[in-house]
Every structure is written in structure tokens, then in C-alpha cells.
């Protein structure tokens, strides 16, 4: 995996026209961490959202994942354009060591006590998001391998969200901290 760290976003107007030239376009600096992620459609989703969001990678426990027929349907054709990683879940505390000589920080998303609102969050500029299992969330020794927990503020009885919306939730408030205004990009692409 390349070091595509992304300096601004690419609005609408400026997506290129051709397939060919969409691979050179850069990344924002946030890999999605869905290694703890079992459901095959919930897996899609996330990378729907980390292709259409231009995320660097999305890590899942193993590729062969993509090949599934519910992860297909809701990856829809993402899976062709997302940079993706296989990282099973014995394999974290490795990876994330290596990133954090990349300067990446891990940032776990759990409905736990302690945690920080992510409404009140500042996200480094490199960072991994790492989302939780479903129905149970995020193991005590994975939390203990991040260097931030946030958590999303919920109001009602459900003490939790699905992993796609979750992420979505997470995902949109990074970019609001690192992504520049459309009218930043009107010479440069």
C-alpha cells in the first residue's frame, strides 16, 4: 500500500472524467479498520463508504470476504477501486505498531465509559478507525491497543448503532476536520 496521504477533497465538478486517471487522485489519510467486522453485508458497506469517501484502506480479517454475494450487493462495485488489506484480528497490535511509526494514531469507535464524545473530538491528520463487532463492540484488550476511544452520543433506549452507521457517523466527522472548502480546488485539478 502506497503512502497516499490526501491534502484536499475532490469535489463533484472535479472528479475526473476517465477510470484511468482515478487511481493517481490522493487519499485521505484515514484507514478504516474493520478487522473485528463479521457480517459480510455490513463488510460491503464499509467499503462503499471508505471507496466513495476516498479513505486510504479498509482493513477486514481476510479478502476472500470480497468474494461474498452479500458483500458484494452492498459494496455495490466499490470493492474494484478500494484499497483493502487483510489484517486478521491476532494481527492488530502488530499492524497498528507500524503504523504508529507512520505517525497514525488508533482511534477505536465503542459505547463505552471513558470514552470521548466524537462531537468533541480533534482527529489527527493520520489516523486508523477502528470499529468494533457486532452486538458486542470493541474487546477490552483491542481498546487497550488504541490510543483514543470516542464514542458517538445516543439518546434513545438502543445503546447501539449498526457498524455501517457508525462508521458513516465517524467517518463524515473526520473529514469535517481535514477536508478543505470546494472553491480551494478550482486550479488545481
Avoid at 34 to 59: D, I, K, Q, T, Y
Avoid at 82 to 96: G, I, N, S, V
Wanted: some cysteine; hydrophobic content about 40%; glycine content about 4%.
Amino acid at each position: 500500500m502506497a503512502d497516499n496521504a490526501c491534502e484536499r477533497s475532490v469535489p463533484f465538478e472535479h472528479r475526473p472524467a476517465s477510470r484511468h486517471t482515478y487511481a493517481t487522485l490522493p487519499r485521505h489519510s484515514l484507514i478504516l479498520c474493520a478487522s473485528l467486522v463479521h457480517n459480510p453485508a455490513n463488510l460491503g458497506g464499509l467499503c462503499r463508504l471508505a471507496e466513495v469517501f476516498r479513505l486510504e484502506c479498509l482493513m477486514m480479517s481476510s479478502l476472500a470476504i470480497a468474494q461474498d454475494a452479500a458483500f458484494r450487493k452492498t459494496a455495490v462495485s466499490a470493492h474494484h477501486w478500494q484499497p483493502m488489506m487483510a489484517c486478521t484480528p491476532h494481527e492488530l497490535p502488530t499492524r497498528f505498531d507500524h503504523y504508529r511509526q507512520q505517525n497514525y494514531q488508533v482511534i477505536g469507535l465503542d459505547s463505552t465509559q471513558h470514552t470521548t464524545p466524537i462531537t468533541s473530538f480533534a482527529f489527527p491528520k493520520q489516523a486508523i478507525l477502528l470499529l468494533g463487532q457486532e452486538l458486542t463492540g470493541l474487546p477490552t484488550p483491542i481498546i487497550e491497543q488504541c490510543d483514543q476511544v470516542v464514542t458517538i452520543p445516543q439518546y434513545g433506549l438502543v445503546e447501539s448503532l449498526n457498524v455501517q452507521h457508525a462508521g458513516a457517523i465517524a467517518i463524515y466527522e473526520y473529514l469535517k476536520q481535514h477536508v478543505d472548502s470546494p472553491d480551494s480546488h478550482k486550479d488545481t485539478l
